[in-house]
């Protein structure tokens, strides 16, 4: 093995947050040196470049979490830094439809959490919001405008970009395999070669579990990848609506549901549900890994977390191996669209902290122990709320 040069900071991986931290620490501390460890052949190649696009607004989040501050902050930083740097943005704002008497007095909680955590959010009854969407069918919405839908995979690359103007370096194809304590500093192992760091920060999505156990960190915690399969509508169709259409979501879960997403590309997906996944780094259908399987089948809080929840679970499964289940949750508020009309897409997988009793982590979740830190729970608002988590990590770094 041969030994490389000295870093200020190494960072673990190329995502969104990896690279938002990248671009915090060059900017704050000009002429320290990082390294950006990425394992693939390129940036945003997991979570980052295979979500829906979307910048949160902050309404849905616990009045004073991580996730409702850094959501609201996150938007505004996203749109000011995709307008300087010419990145598509378009606030195209959503509708949250209720479809039913239920859905709508649960809808009434969440025109209470806008208020706590003041996001403009505008209520409307059916027939304001057929004049808004004549597509959309729902007894009353909430019209969120600031929900915006932008190119997270070219904001990435556009903050690597700085990482490296500002002499930092980037490495793919480099995995780390070790972390050792070298006296007042650390021996990374990166593809093979050793480097020293002063500090390392893990921002390992799918991973981060297995990455804070190789940093000596106990997380505390399992990553279950929940698997979103997202369709794609015709052409003539991508303009069916003009804003994003979000059913209401369930309180108790961590999901948002099948929502109508235009993307910045011009085309309108569909998507995604969420069903357990037998292996965190593959999409296809039946992908199974059989270490990712291993680890999700033999943590008790997975199988505790499907007993709080065996209606969700199998609704599920049942609308991801039925593309007819699939089409019924999108015809509760688009009723012209059609199975013909569902074109596979893509899929993603999603980092969810899982607790030993089958709690869900519902705040983003960093944990430090002297110069190692890891991101242990980053879902969604996580790519809105990049740039105030990284700022966040680079505090608790200084």
Known sequence: MTTGPVFDTVIIGAGIIGAA???ELSRRQPGTRILVAEKESRAAFHQT??????????????????????????????????TARGIGYEARGK?????????????????????????????????????LEPNVTGVAALDIP????????????????????AGGELRFHAPVTEVARRGGSYAVTIGGQQVQAGRVVACAGLATDRVAKLMGIDP???????RGEYFVLPQALSRITHRMIYPVPDPALPFLGVHLTPM????????????????????????????????SLGYPGLWRLLAKHPKASFDELRASLFRRGYLRLVQKYSPSVQLSDLSI???????????????????FLIKSEGGLTAVLNAPSPAATSAMPIARYIADQLS
């Open 146 to 165: 600031s929900t915006a839908i932008t190119d997270y995979t070219g904001i990435t690359r556009s903050l690597l970009a700085d990482v490296e103007a």
């Open 220 to 226: 505390g915690i399992r990553i279950l990848p929940f």
């Open 345 to 363: 897409y893509r899929s993603a997988n999603r980092a969810q902290a899982v607790r030993r009793d089958g709690s869900l982590v519902d705040d």
């Open 264 to 295: 910045i590309d011009g085309t309108m997906t569909v998507g995604p549900n969420a069903v357990l996944s037998f292996a965190r780094e593959k999409y296809g259908h039946f992908s199974v890994d059989l270490r990712d399987s291993f680890d």
């Open 95 to 131: 509708l949250i439809v209720a479809t039913d008497a239920a859905e709508d007095a649960r809808m009434q909680n969440l025109i209470t959490r806008a208020a706590e955590n003041g996001v403009e959010a505008y209520p409307l009854d059916r027939a304001a919001l057929r004049a």
């Open 49 to 82: 470049g295979r979500n829906s696009g979307v910048v949160h607004s902050g309404i849905y989040y616990t009045p004073g979490s991580l996730k409702a501050r850094f959501c609201r902050e996150g938007l505004e930083e996203t749109r000011a830094f995709c």
């Open 21 to 23: 931290l990248g671009a």
